[in-house]
């Protein structure tokens, strides 16, 4: 919603100035908030947990898949990133090949690129071969007596090339993954909250069949704010509850956060910015296609509304 949106800032301020407390205290703030979150999503999405980084929503979202379904093993897409915990450099091509590799655990799946991948616009059915591919690592991980916990995927890969998966393919993995006792993990981080301009959530760029049993948001959630979120079914939360021992975050949730939070979807909303992200994406796209007419050097366009506020703010900072 733009650097130090007046709004937002306001909201931080005057809930500073009245009760800031971790968040075993109950606080109006949270309910609220998980209410208002809970408007943009499917029905089924309807427990949060709040945090403080995508990086926490995504250790967190590997914790919920493997308590649930009891099983270890994720798979991943090539040339992922999903944060810098430990759990997550070892759930991240980007980075592990350049660390310690790849782990045992950790089942690498072809980005479903139809462009340069290995599927391309003129295969005769690039969604199945793709969700084959899935499949197929599925089949060899059980030979080997592993089982898999969790699909793990940005909803529109970005380290990986701004990837628009073509649609469908989702719901094939979904149908693998949940078939082998496993769940469907949409990493929402960098492109949720309206970003991709026709839907809020870019795993609805899928279709409305399509319902992740996990979504982890971070990045725009606080503009800045240190806010994350995952959302996840009652089934779920229900396995991850049973162990007794309590998800506790001191600062995640706390009152300050979630008013930011708020006030974050209430300048989305009153200031139409989803509606001005697809504007301002087709204007974009039909400009740089024109340019593609001109020169055949370029190959591909792609775009998707991603502004990295925060990250530019720290690294200027540094």
């Not at 205290?25 to 999503?41: C, I, P």
């Not at 999903?82 to 450099?89: A, E, K, M, V, W």
């Not at 197929?136 to 916990?149: F, L, M």
């Not at 009652?234 to 009152?255: D, L, Q, R, S």
């Amino acid at each position: 919603v733009g650097h130090c949106h007046p709004d937002v800032v306001k909201a931080a301020h005057d809930q500073n100035q009245l009760l800031n407390t971790n968040s075993r205290y109950l606080h109006d703030n949270l309910v609220d908030y998980a209410e208002r979150l809970s408007k943009t999503l499917p029905e089924k999405l309807c427990i949060f947990y709040f945090l403080n980084s995508g990086s926490e929503a995504n250790d967190l979202a590997l914790r919920l898949a493997r308590q649930y379904t009891k099983h270890e093993d994720v798979i991943v897409l090539d040339h992922a990133y999903h944060g810098h915990l430990t759990s997550l450099i070892d759930i991240s091509p980007y980075k592990f090949r350049n660390l310690e590799g790849q782990k045992e655990w950790v089942h690498v799946a072809p980005v479903p690129d139809t462009y340069r991948g290995l599927y391309r616009e003129d295969h005769e059915d690039s969604v199945t071969a793709y969700a084959k591919e899935v499949k197929n690592i599925i089949e060899q991980a059980h030979k080997r007596g592993r089982k898999v916990a969790a699909f793990f995927a940005e909803s529109l890969p970005s380290v990986g090339g701004q990837i628009i998966p073509p649609a469908g393919y989702f719901q094939k993995v979904a149908e693998h993954v949940r078939k082998a006792g496993g769940v469907f993990i949409a990493d929402e981080i960098q492109v949720g909250f309206g970003r991709v301009g026709k839907h809020f959530w870019a795993f609805q760029l899928q279709g409305e069949d399509f319902i992740p049993d996990i979504v982890t948001m971070g990045k725009p959630i606080g503009n800045g704010h240190p806010l994350a979120c995952v959302v996840t079914t009652k089934e779920i939360e229900a396995a991850f509850a049973a162990t007794g021992v309590e998800y506790f975050n001191t600062f995640g949730g706390n009152p300050v956060s979630c008013a930011t939070g708020l006030a974050v979807l209430d300048v989305i909303e009153k200031e139409h910015l989803q509606a001005h992200a697809t504007e301002v994406g087709n204007f974009l796209i039909k400009l740089l296609k024109e340019q593609q007419l001109k020169h055949p050097i370029i190959g591909d366009v792609r775009y998707w509304c991603l502004v990295y506020t925060v990250d530019c703010f720290l690294f200027a900072s540094v």
